[in-house]
């Protein structure tokens, strides 16, 4: 195998060795099995191709300061992979197969694991297909699980550096009541273009608003959004917003570090009234933004206003403590009090 410079790893899809699969067929989920086969053999009509019956997970695997290789918080990333299929019709993967499948992906590819000490993991990536050959919008009981993992350094290509957002005033994730609270695959596909224009422009992120009033702060296209406000930890309460476990983990981290906690509606003008803002998850981690940008119109030139944080690339002390913290226990560096890290033996 060829030598992977680990202190240069992005986030990108990695052909590592083996894969791990699982069918729903029959109202059974087949054994997990692994395959060295990277490629998929579906009917032209099934119903992932069509009517984007697909929802995927995202999940990190350590190896820890001791040497034990542990994977974070998999139950949760379990149940909400269930929610999601019960959201799209479509079996539910049981936890503990999601979970053995995460581990056997892991062991499986054990060389494309960072060694502790370059801040690098492995990123694991479940997907749940529906795979039934069908014209009718109804749901069907057969469904693929596969997981993949790939080895992964810094989601933006520099850890704990900050970014900069912009919202677009012409672009929506999510409709109302709609599929914004899950890991649906079709969420992301509406965020590629204006992905694209943001790029263009030199920014990294692309921040939401509720799509129904655009009156509040929703999230990131990749991540959950989150402000600082002196000793206050505060993240939007919205339905339609993924429920982000790295946003979890850092509420308990920031109540643990004696912040106080706010879940609730953001509006946008109280960008202004933030000390640090960022984003967090699984990628992302933690990414303190410099500034945000409102542009009415994403692709013309107008800003119709700027709200600054930091000064570009560097990073606030509250960001730079709640990552300390939360990497400090994906590592093994710091106590695990809640019992996160999975061991994978
Ligand atoms: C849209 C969106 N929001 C939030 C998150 C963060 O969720 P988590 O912390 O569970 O990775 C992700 C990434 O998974 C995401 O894609």
Redesign the pocket.
Known sequence: MSQIDWDSLGFDAYRTRTVVLSRFQNGQWSPAETTETFSFTLDPFAQVFHYAISCFE?LKAFTQKDGRIVIFRPDENAARMQRTARYLGMPEPPADLFIRMCELCVKNNLEFLPPYGHGASMYLRPLLMGVHPQMQLVPYPEAVLAVMCAPAGSYYGAHLKSSSAVIPGDYDRAAPKGSGSY?VGA?YAATFKPYKIAHDQGYTELLYLNSGTREFVD??????FFGIKGNKYVTPLSDS??P????KSLQQVAADLGMEVEKRPIPVEELAEFDEAGA????VVITPMSHIDLKPVLAGEEVACTWRFVPDGSVGPVCTKLYRQITGIQFGELEDVHGWCHEVR
């Open positions: 995202g890991k969420n999230e990131f296209g990749s991540s959950n917003v993924l982000s476990i790295t946003n967090c998850g699984t990628a």
